[in-house]
């Protein structure tokens, strides 16, 4: 267990040590059961979060300040609509000024070539650590939630299948944030995984050369498959959600044409009967009910959504008890 990690920022858990992401969800698996039991945990007492959002959110938000009150402490909610953050006040004046009022600042930032670079500016301006909330290219506490709650539903993950899927959804590009922390961090807790998506829904080549890397190390295997039924053939866990074309095309009229080439996406009853019986259903929510997923399957008996999205809170209070006390 690795345990000093006040002050250290998390943009990505690529940038954290397989020991320390262990300690993450120890520290989240304990926090969820002092929690069950009525267990008060107040290990962030008279400390405050500074909550930046540039686009909306309802989990994320509504995790992290929820987290910050049971961990004794304060979020302030700030958003671009009603404040300067998004015209006048640079990254660096953002850093430098909310790191001297906070104890932490948590920022979701998912431009397209430019929220991460902007945290990364924050982060080298701040004094207390960043947390990433959501940028253009990781997730990191969906990713964190996601593998505690495989970790909850099949106890030890190593061997298992994972099939990230590509899905259709008809309202815009979303950001590829969710499948890129998945493909990076499951095979490093030696889960064979399944990347499936139509050729114009390709991911960055850097972060897919990192998970190659991350896979080769554990001795797993990470499949690039072009074939929504195929990537699902006896897969443990089904982990389908859209994403933009945004490697293809940063036009946003181009980019939906590509996806409403792809309308069949769908995850439905027939297709989660291609899976393994046992087989689990994950999505980060919000999902285009009947058009991303069926409702039979979302609600269904192997969905795991609400645990999913429940354990956001746990995975983010260890985040913050470690790096902010
Ligand atoms: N999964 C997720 O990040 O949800 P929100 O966009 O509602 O925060």
Request: charge should be negative; aromatic fraction near 8%.
């Amino acid at each position: 267990m690795q345990t000093h990690l006040r002050g250290r920022d998390l943009i990505t858990l690529q940038e954290w040590s397989k020991g320390e992401i262990e300690t993450l969800l120890d520290v989240a698996f304990q926090l969820k059961r002092e929690r069950a039991m009525g267990v008060p945990h107040p290990i962030l007492r008279d400390k405050v979060l500074a909550m930046l959002f540039f686009y909306s959110s309802t989990r994320t938000r509504a995790s992290f300040e929820a987290g910050m009150a049971q961990l004794g402490g304060h979020a302030q909610f700030i958003e671009s609509k009603t404040t300067q953050i998004a015209h006048g006040d640079t990254a660096k004046e953002i850093g430098e000024i909310l790191g001297r009022y906070n104890d932490g600042i948590a920022i979701r930032q998912v431009d397209w070539r430019g929220g991460n670079a902007y945290m990364r500016e924050v982060a080298e301006a701040s004094r207390v650590p960043v947390l990433n909330m959501q940028c253009d290219i990781y997730h990191p506490h969906q990713a964190l939630a996601d593998l505690m709650t495989i970790i909850e539903k099949r106890g030890d993950p190593r061997g298992a299948t994972v099939t990230v899927s590509w899905a259709y959804a008809a309202s815009y590009q979303k950001p590829i944030s969710v499948p890129q922390s998945l493909v990076l961090l499951l095979p490093r807790f030696g889960l064979n995984v399944r990347l499936v998506h139509p050729p114009e829904f390709k991911l960055m080549p850097e972060i897919m050369e990192q998970a190659r890397d991350n896979a080769r190390q554990a001795g797993v295997t990470l499949e690039v498959i072009e074939e929504f039924d195929e990537g699902l053939r006896d897969t443990d866990v089904v982990y389908a959600k859209s994403w933009g074309a945004l490697l293809t095309t940063e036009d946003e009229s181009e980019g939906m044409r590509i996806i409403d080439r792809y309308k069949h996406w769908i995850t439905d009853e027939r297709r989660m009967e291609l899976a393994d019986r046992d087989a689990i259903y994950m999505h980060p929510l919000p999902a285009d009910r009947n058009v991303e997923v069926t409702d039979a399957v979302i609600d269904g008996p192997q969905s795991v959504v609400y645990d999913q999205a429940e354990n956001r809170l746990h995975g983010q209070k260890a985040v913050m008890a470690l790096t902010m006390s």
